[in-house]
């Protein structure tokens, strides 16, 4: 490419740097450059894929043959794109899903603990899968033998070239699951002392503690099954691991085989020192010990192996009577679940051709079914706990402590004597939590409690998908129904892999004399809604919760979702209809404010993008961005396509499933696709519709898939508080703009996401063993005190400056991208933010967060400064706070700078390299104290380095 044009701006200011005889503080210059056609780098990457000759430069999923027939896309209709086969299939796309997550796995610059947590997310990812295969079977009687041996695979999914090559892509998946495992982490981890051993490696004492272990905890749940005329072929278990035994007996010299469920025992890796660096899975201790069980007999060979069944609970209304009760039927389901169909056997590499044969015929098995692993860690899922329980801080990623929202800080203290300040607070301003930036406890879970113990509140309804073990919001509707306040909670029993728990929260609901729902025929209740009824001195005023996640402690800290509370007369409306038609008999029809499925949601997403198409047409800004888990929606995404082709800016952020092909000439050039893979699963769902300037953001439960818009009750609720709406749409922009975590899906349906530039010479800074702790105690405390007014929107905040806390209304979280060019040298990065107010002299800053967005400050600081300065790096120290203006406080990290991306389009800068006497020079110069404040401590930090 040419070299381009140097803007007035920066002339200038490099005339006046010579003119100062400092000319050789500028390290580097980086200008705009125009964006290539094709696939441009970094930030704004094209929906085509990359030219041939820059291929290497990007990482590519599939991880292997992509799943791509030929298809004549440019002859086919909208709806044939929308509805072909060929042009996507779930299956491939949920395995490209997991295949970016294991690329997490892949990436050295992660922390080896968090890598190895990622291949356990792809097993456990895998699992589910495979746990699901063959969707709803059909119900067929146990005791007909005809029934019993059907080939339920072979009639659903029969074998075809598909399903060989979905075969062949999952083993590929598998075997580099299990190469970057055994040749990359666990070889890292041993560096570490951290090792999970066999039977063999064992000490003297240390096989006497387990040996111990396995009388008290094992021993007596253990049952060998033997197999002969008299001992059919036992029933194998989903998900358990298994042991195929061959035993001798000395005395007649034969051999039996005989079949063993290791317990599920938790953890399954027993650790076997105090300091949790060694450990050894149950099985191994199982072997160790098989005299025990086996007494008088010899043990020849023994293979681990794992069946998965398809053990999905799917309520078949043809075989639901009117006489029955949901609930009783929901566990006869459950029951099945124990003979439901193999779907997968996984098997080690040593385990013999005839046994193998064995298990495939008596599982009703084919060879596509049956996955081979390098080693005896089958089911990788369950040694996850390792990842917490090493004690190496260091390679795990920073500590997320969520914290309480600003709004409801120092509620839970008044909650027991005034728990109505709760809803005052609602009643001042809607209120937005993200989690998991925010508590779950102090949000959610504290407007419920609020609500059990507020003797205004005389109704509370809630809808109850997956609650998490020991739920809190279980225990405060129980404490509200026997305080004599009116309860009634959905409980929705076909939850996947959540029945029994559920049923069980029924139960207890019910006895404690609340009004409970099993769900609905047809459809599962999937919407996150509460709803609590206050008698104040206006009348009756409901509050509600519309989230889009599920109301679960433990999901909270790791999924990013968002919940809304408020008290509009429009939307409470609309979710008192709604749940009357949950609990009653009612064919509503038409909502004030909220898009509710399977009712008017599809109808409502059509309708917004079918406006933004025709503003398109008429020549107007048009642009939806939409953040889901997956997109399938034939209806939807014909919509898009049609939209695209009007010009309307399509920006889509799906996690998984995405059933949308971008790119393509004449049919959906407009069109983005992202999928965003990093430390916390993106689980909200958000919709952004500009419509003619109007502006429309609506949060909720669905996803763009079919099943969600035509099968559950959903529920999406608009955004309308200005600053709200402004949160969420900086949201959508940071998953847009980002270049570090993001994958953009091409026109070939391939996802590539780019490799990070090779480092300039610069010598390195350690990263300081204390940055997690300085990170831990650095906790902003929100000031209690005001005037109390209900107009006062002045936000103060205390922070620690030299050991005493000062008050303060603005803090900011200042990002310095360095470079050290020797040992008694440093260069800061400085980024072209704007112009001055007189329009003339430049301002160069350094990137600065005010929101962490959900994620954690680290993570925060780490996106800003590749976003905003276009480089690739990490954060190596901290400086804590130092104030830096009238009221304004700051803390500092230093980013120690790798390599800088190219910037194009909308990002493009200028950014200026500048020894830090250089840049201190030139802030007293241009008169900007808060800059000179801002170098000035960082130059305190360098000397203190050196």
């Known amino acids: 490419l040419p070299s381009p044009e140097v803007s007035d701006d920066v002339k200038k200011l490099k005339e006046e740097v010579m003119t100062n005889k400092v000319e050789q503080s500028i390290k580097e210059l980086e200008l705009n450059r125009p964006s290539r056609p094709g696939f441009p780098t970094s930030a704004k990457m094209s929906n085509q894929p990359p030219p041939a000759d820059e291929l290497d430069d990007y990482k590519v999923c599939p991880l292997s043959k992509h799943h791509a027939p030929e298809v004549d896309w440019r002859s086919m209709s909208n709806r044939e794109l929308a509805n072909s086969k060929d042009m996507y299939t779930k299956e491939f796309s949920e395995l490209m899903f997991n295949q970016r997550v294991l690329f997490a796995a892949l990436d050295p610059k992660v922390p080896l603990l968090e890598r190895f ?6 097993s456990s990812n895998m699992d589910e899968v495979y ?17 019993r041996n059907k080939n339920y695979k072979k009639l659903i999914r029969p074998k075809t070239r598909f399903e060989e090559e979905l075969a062949s892509a999952v083993s590929d998946t598998v075997d580099a699951l299990y190469d970057c495992l055994l040749t990359q982490l666990l070889p890292q981890m041993k560096e570490l002392g951290v090792e999970i051993l066999t039977r063999k490696k064992l000490n003297a004492q240390q096989r006497r ?27 194998l278990q989903s998900h358990g691991i298994y042991l195929a035994v061959v035993l001798l007996n000395p005395e007649t010299d034969k051999t039996r085989r005989v079949y063993l469920r290791v317990p599920p025992v938790k953890p399954r890796a027993v650790q076997l020192d105090n300091e949790g660096l060694k450990y050894i899975p149950i099985e191994e201790i199982v072997l160790d010990n098989m005299n025990l069980v086996t007494e008088g007999m010899q043990v020849l060979k023994a293979y681990p192996f794992r069946v998965t069944r398809n053990v999905k609970l799917v309520i078949d209304d043809a075989h639901f009577g009117e006489s029955d009760n949901l609930l009783d039927f929901v566990w006869e389901e459950v029951h099945r679940r124990r003979s439901a169909p193999a779907t997968r056997l996984e098997v080690t590499k040593d385990m013999p051709a005839e046994f193998l044969d064995l298990l495939v015929k008596e599982l009703i098995l084919d060879s596509t ?8 860690l089958v089911g990788l899922a369950d040694f996850m706990s390792i990842s917490f329980s090493a004690p190496f801080a260091e390679h795990r990623d920073a500590p997320h402590t969520p914290k309480v929202p600003k709004r409801f800080e120092g509620l839970e203290e008044k909650l027991l004597m005034e728990p109505g300040k709760v809803f005052n607070q609602i009643r001042k301003q809607d209120i937005l939590v993200e989690y998991p930036k925010h508590s779950f406890k102090h949000s959610s879970a504290l407007f419920l409690r609020a609500a059990a113990r507020d003797t205004k509140v005389r109704v509370i309804k809630c809808c109850l998908y997956r609650g998490g073990d020991d739920s809190p919001l279980v225990a405060s509707l129980i404490r509200a129904a026997k305080s004599g306040k009116e309860v009634s909670v959905l409980v929705e029993l076909k939850a996947s892999f959540d029945e029994v728990q559920n049923s069980e929260y029924a139960r207890k609901l019910r006895r404690a004399g609340c009004n409970v729902s099993y769900g609905m025929l047809g459809l599962k209740a999937h919407c996150k809604l509460i709803l609590v009824v206050r008698e104040e001195e206006s009348g009756f005023r409901p509050y509600a919760n519309v989230a889009t996640g599920n109301f679960n402690p433990g999901t909270a800290k790791i999924y990013t979702d968002q919940s809304l509370f408020t008290c509009r007369e429009n939307i409470c409306s609309d979710v008192i209809d709604l749940y009357n038609a949950l609990f009653g008999y009612s064919r509503k029809r038409n909502y004030n404010s909220l898009l509710v499925a399977p009712v008017n949601m599809l109808s409502g997403f059509i309708s917004l993008i079918r406006k933004e198409a025709d503003n398109a047409r008429k020549a107007q800004k048009a642009h939806i961005i939409v953040q889901v888990n997956g997109l399938t929606e034939p209806s939807i995404v014909e919509e898009l396509y049609a939209a695209s082709q009007a010009g309307v800016k399509i920006d889509l952020i799906v996690r998984g499933i995405c059933c949308i092909r971008p790119g393509l000439q004449g049919k959906s050039e407009n069109v983005n696709v992202y999928s965003w893979i990093g430390r916390f699963l993106q689980h909200q769902r958000i919709y952004y519709f500009y419509d003619g300037g109007k502006e429309h953001m609506y949060i909720g439960s669905a996803d763009w898939r079919s099943r969600n818009l035509k099968n559950r009750v959903e529920v999406c609720t608009p955004v309308e508080d200005s600053k709200l709406f402004k949160k969420l749409y900086s949201t959508l922009q940071f998953f847009l703009k980002d270049t570090r975590n993001t994958w953009r899906m091409a026109s070939d349906g391939r996802y590539y996401i780019q490799k990070p530039k090779a480092s300039v010479k610069s010598i390195t800074i350690e990263k300081s063993s204390e940055l997690e702790d300085e990170y831990a105690t650095s906790a902003i405390v929100m000031d209690a005190e005001g005037d109390g007014s209900d107009d006062d929107d002045v936000t103060r905040y205390r922070v620690m400056i030299n050991g005493a806390q000062v008050a303060v209304t603005s803090v900011l979280h200042m990002c310095i991208p360095v470079r050290a060019i020797d040992d008694k040298n440093l260069s800061v990065l400085l980024v072209q933010s704007g112009k001055s107010t007189d329009e003339v002299r430049t301002v160069w800053s350094f990137p600065q967060v005010t929101d962490e967005g959900g994620n954690s400050l680290l993570d925060a600081v780490q996106g800003e400064c590749e976003k905003e300065a276009g480089v690739t790096g990490g954060v190596v120290d901290y400086i804590p706070w130092k104030m830096i203006g009238t009221d304004v406080a700051a803390d500092f990290h230093i980013f120690q700078v790798e390599a800088e991306e190219e910037w194009a ?19 007293n110069k241009m008169k900007d104290e808060r800059q000179k404040k801002i170098l000035e401590a960082v130059q305190k930090w360098f000397a203190h380095l050196n």
């Open 117 to 122: 947590k990622f291949c356990c997310i792809v």
């Open 131 to 147: 746990a699901k295969r063959l969707g709803n079977i059909p119900k067929f009687d146990e005791e007909d033998e005809e029934d």
């Open 209 to 235: 503690n387990m040996t111990t272990y396995f009388k008290k905890k094992i021993l007596p749940i253990l049952t060998p099954l033997s197999v002969d005329q008299t001992h059919p072929f036992p029933l």
């Open 369 to 376: 079914d049956v996955f081979v692993f390098p080693c005896n």
């Open 905 to 923: 389009g909308e990002l493009s800068r200028g950014r200026l390299w500048m020894t830090l006497p250089d840049a201190i020079d030139q802030a």
